[in-house]
């Protein structure tokens, strides 16, 4: 009797630990994503944002069950703002890691390193931080974009003076010399000059430079009606003091990109007001989709998981793995993925349209986002406002920019 | 006895050298290759600081002008020129050593800080050069900070190992050379007292102009390699400063003026924050930061130096 009890339990015990083995087993089965992603360097600040943006992906769609029931992992390394590191590291994730999909980073020469290595083993590469034109002249099936050209990103800073009184007419145009600032200078005049704005200053200085002030002394010397800055956050907010400590008030000054990123309010206070930003979505746009709801509720959620507003760029990012998502649900894909799987994927991404709380996705045969309108914002009161296309605007541009001394 | 450790050195070079290049047979990972191909590189970058600066003494802060000059003159001949991969690899290296021919007149006449600091300017200035030509002289030549897209080769890792290794392996062998010549004691006998060697027959200038050249040539050699591996190169990455960091510290981890230094230092520093980057990613650098540290105060000559000096070994 004794006996036939402990054999009882004994099985028992068996199948439970079998069970529970099963479980562990299937559990174990989860989704790999690798980033190659700079956390230090240049461009460490910005691709930290990057990174938060995809935890915050990884975190709410695990909260949901999965991807097809599979929970998402994802592997980060830091390339240290080196592109020799993040094609390096990009192998190392699909070869090593064997990660089943690639997310990118940030910085258009990262991932013009981090794309050929994507291409070679067939890897679809979304990216939501680096947008220079020339990365889509390549020819390359597997690298995306969810934000547009460089160049087209600034149109909203020039086109919204269409909307003021009086309309200036010459406009100063600086910007650091890296490959997305300077290209984002060209789109400064290229759209200065469909809009009859005449640019009377035009220079590109380096990343590294200490002394604003001389240099926008120069340009405050031949008094233009507004001020065009090809930027990255330190640049933008560097300018902005050297703008304050020489007194240098132009009509509007407009940034690629920095202002948007909540430390320059953080740091700037009331100086940063009357500040025009490019960008390409905004908490208030009319925008939803799967995941994230809508884009107030994408600001919602990313202001209870890190105290603070999404910049455009994580948008973008997060916007990205969500598409990516939707076309592996779409496919019913399960991990581990082989390279039919992912070729599929790849062929998906470019056929496809996507309604994201990011706004449209949608793919061109060169791998940039089409469907995007170009934004312009405006820093009112501390807060960022959009200000155009003039359908969403929540706020009217305040025009022209309110002498410091008067602040 | 010496002599014996020398040749015994040697030998042990060569035998791990041929193995080496039989690598890519055998392992399977892509990955695992071009880790390997990284720290052969890095050997032959951090030789390449070794060969001038290690044996001289004259430190230079801007060996990584000659790295992005070989660059750009790789990017250039092949997309605008059209010129193959190997010509104008060799092109990249052979324009690198004219300049720093050029270069070093002047500047290898400095001495001490001076010289460290006008090499850095002139990394820098080279980058300012490339950022600005094209739009000062309105051409299409550097292409600024829009950079320069390479073709894309289609090779694997293979490929460019074996470009790598040959490097790697003759800037190993000059400094064997350096080690046992007229020419090396020249070298030596400068950093040692730069006065007495000239007054004692040595001509300073032609040595270290020689070393310089030599050692601008084997950089535009690895910069023509790196411009062709990662396919797109602009101003900002190919004179980065951080390379020039990475080179010196390399050699002064392995010991400075030692024939395995840079070997021993290239290889720690690769592995390290390839095995702590990919597990640590958040600490990994100040983790790294005291690894060097830590090792500078026990080892002050560096990890072969200072087995040197403790040793009393005349050549490793």
């Known amino acids: 009797m004794f006996l036939k009890s402990f054999r009882l339990v004994f099985v028992l015990l068996l199948i439970g630990l079998l069970s529970v083995g099963f479980a562990w087993g299937e559990q174990k089965k989860a989704w790999k994503i690798g980033v190659a992603v700079s956390l230090t360097g240049v461009f460490g600040k910005d691709g930290s944002l990057v990174k938060d943006a995809y935890t915050l992906w990884q975190e709410t769609v695990n909260s949901h069950g999965g991807v097809n029931g599979a929970s998402v992992e994802i592997i980060f390394y830091d390339d240290k703002s080196d592109p020799a590191t993040t094609a390096k590291l990009t192998e190392q994730l699909i070869v090593s890691d064997k990660v089943d999909l690639l997310l990118g980073g ?61 309309k200036p007419k010459t406009a100063a145009i600086v910007g650091a010399d890296i490959l997305f600032t300077s290209l984002a200078c060209e789109g400064y005049k290229k759209y200065c000059e469909s809009n009859g704005i005449e640019v009377i200053h035009h220079e590109l200085f380096p990343m590294a430079l ?80 799967k995941v994230f709801g809508k884009a107030s509720e994408f600001n919602q959620l990313y202001l209870k998981r890190f105290s603070r507003s999404p910049d455009y760029v994580e948008a973008a990012a997060a916007g990205g793995a969500v598409a990516q998502q939707i076309v592996i649900e779409e496919l019913g894909l399960k991990p581990p993925l082989n390279k039919e799987n992912r070729i599929k994927i790849m062929e998906a991404l470019h056929k496809d349209k996507f309604e994201t709380f990011y706004g449209k996705i949608e793919f061109g045969a060169d791998g940039a986002n089409e469907a995007h309108p170009p934004v312009a914002v405006q820093i009112q009161s501390g807060k960022l406002e959009n200000v155009f296309p003039l359908e969403f605007a929540e706020a009217k541009i305040l025009y022209p920019f309110k002498p410091w001394k008067e602040r | 006895m ?142 600024g900070s829009d950079g320069i897209t390479l073709p894309i080769s289609g090779h694997d890792n293979s490929f460019f190992f074996y470009c790598i290794l040959p490097v790697t392996f003759v800037v190993m062998l000059t400094h064997y050379f350096i080690e046992h010549s007229k020419f090396g004691y020249g070298l030596k006998a400068i950093n040692e007292a730069e006065t007495a060697a000239e007054i004692s027959g040595v001509n300073t200038t032609a040595n270290k102009l020689r070393a310089y050249a030599t050692s601008a040539f084997f950089l535009g050699l690895y910069g023509a390699i790196e411009a062709y591996w990662i396919t797109y190169i602009t101003p900002s990455d190919v004179f980065n400063v951080q390379k020039t960091v990475q080179m010196v510290i390399m050699t002064l981890l392995g010991g400075m003026g030692t024939f395995l230094g840079p070997i021993v230092g290239a290889t720690f520093l690769t592995l390290i924050s390839e095995s702590l980057g990919t597990r640590f990613v958040e600490y990994y650098l100040i983790m790294i930061g005291g690894i060097i540290i830590v090792t500078i105060l026990i080892l002050p000559s560096g990890i072969i130096g200072t087995l040197k000096i403790r040793k009393r070994l005349r050549f490793i």
């Open chain 1, 106 to 166: 940030f910085g258009s020469s990262q991932l013009f390193a981090a794309s050929p290595v994507a291409e070679k083993y067939q890897y679809p590469l979304i990216s939501g931080g680096a947008s220079s034109n020339k990365l889509f002249d390549r020819g390359f099936k597997y690298y995306f974009s969810t934000l547009g050209k460089a160049t087209e990103e600034v149109r909203g800073c020039v086109d919204i003076f269409t909307a003021v009184n009086p």
């Open chain 2, 2 to 143: 010496n002599y014996r450790t020398d040749r015994i050195i040697l030998i042990i070079f060569l035998l791990i050298s041929t193995a080496v290049a039989f690598l890519p047979y055998f392992v399977q990972s892509e990955y695992l290759l071009r880790l390997i191909t990284v720290v052969i590189f890095w050997i032959g970058i951090a030789g390449c600081w070794n060969m001038m600066s290690g044996y001289t003494g004259y430190i230079d802060f801007g060996p990584v002008v000659y790295f992005g000059i070989g660059s750009y003159v790789a990017a250039i001949a092949m997309t605008k020129y059209m010129v193959p991969f190997f010509p104008s690899l060799f092109l990249s290296g052979l324009i690198s050593a004219v300049i720093a021919f050029f270069i070093g007149i002047p500047t290898l006449r400095l001495k001490g800080a001076y010289f460290a600091i006008a090499t850095f300017a002139f990394a820098e200035a080279m980058k300012q050069i490339s950022l600005e030509f094209d739009r000062t002289f309105k051409v299409s030549f550097f292409q």
């Open chain 1, 210 to 289: 200490q002394d604003y002030n001389s240099l926008l002394m120069k340009v405050k010397n031949k008094n233009p009606d507004i001020l065009l800055v090809g930027s990255h956050l330190l640049v933008a907010m560097k300018t902005i003091k050297a703008m304050k400590e020489i007194d240098f008030n132009p009509k509007a000054v407009a940034f690629s990109y920095g202002p948007t990123v909540p430390k320059f309010v953080e740091d700037l206070k009331g100086d940063a007001n009357y500040v025009i930003a490019a960008s390409e979505w905004t908490p208030n746009m009319p925008y939803s989709g």
